[in-house]
């Protein structure tokens, strides 16, 4: 298989706030052979990268997930507290593992002393190039029902400490609504023995990744 080839005709910045949306006239090579004529398409430009970590608690074998509101479950008319895992985007100069770290003591008030990678992936590539990169993290479960987030960026997040069983629960009976949760969960129900298995007998102060 070749590479196909791809033209972006003209460009052009429609919104700048918290986001920005560019709008592209692009032509591309057709699979039939030939180009196509110039199109549009509106892309959502996050800017940052984002991550997201699973905190897994191997000696209890706990899931910790957040509670939180999302304008975006909202403005579907839905109602907009969800269940999710802990997720954030990049600061300057942060690796991604490092995002994942500070949002988990930010959201959840985790500690995570180890982590693995789970995959990258893009959230929906035909509208925004938001890329996400997930990680699972071993922690010390803190209380169930305990409040954090970051209050200047009007976070506020309730912690859900969840046995595997009940975790999992949720994703079988369609109760967690968010792409990277279910990723992740889904992930985590296929290596969950095996992972645990690991973690209880390495050393707590195994580097990181």
Not at 161 to 169: C, D, I, M, Q, R
Request: net charge negative; charged share 30%; hydrophobic share 35%.
């Amino acid at each position: 298989m070749t590479e196909k080839k791809y033209e972006i005709v003209s460009r052009e910045t429609l919104f700048q706030g918290y986001y920005r949306v560019e709008r592209f006239r692009i032509k591309s090579e057709r699979f039939a052979g030939g180009w196509t004529r110039p199109y549009s398409r509106e892309v959502l430009d996050r800017g940052q990268r984002c991550s997201g970590v699973l905190p897994f608690d191997p000696q209890q074998d706990k899931v910790v997930l957040i509670e939180q509101f999302r304008p975006g479950v909202m403005s579907r008319d839905e109602y907009p507290w969800i269940i999710e895992l802990v997720a954030g985007v990049s600061e300057a100069g942060e690796s991604l593992e490092e995002t994942a770290i500070r949002e988990a003591r930010e959201e959840a008030g985790c500690e995570i002393t180890s982590m693995l990678p789970i995959m990258d992936y893009y959230s929906n590539p035909g509208c925004t190039n938001e890329h996400a990169s997930l990680f699972v993290g071993r922690t010390i479960a803190p209380e169930n029902g305990s409040i954090y987030g970051v209050e200047s960026e009007d976070e506020d997040t309730r912690v859900m400490v969840l046995s595997t069983v009940e975790a999992l629960n949720l994703l079988y009976s369609k109760r967690i609504r968010d792409a990277a949760t279910i990723i992740a969960l889904q992930w985590f129900a296929l290596r969950h023995t095996e992972l645990r298995s690991r973690w209880l007998v390495s050393d707590a102060s195994t580097p990181i990744i």
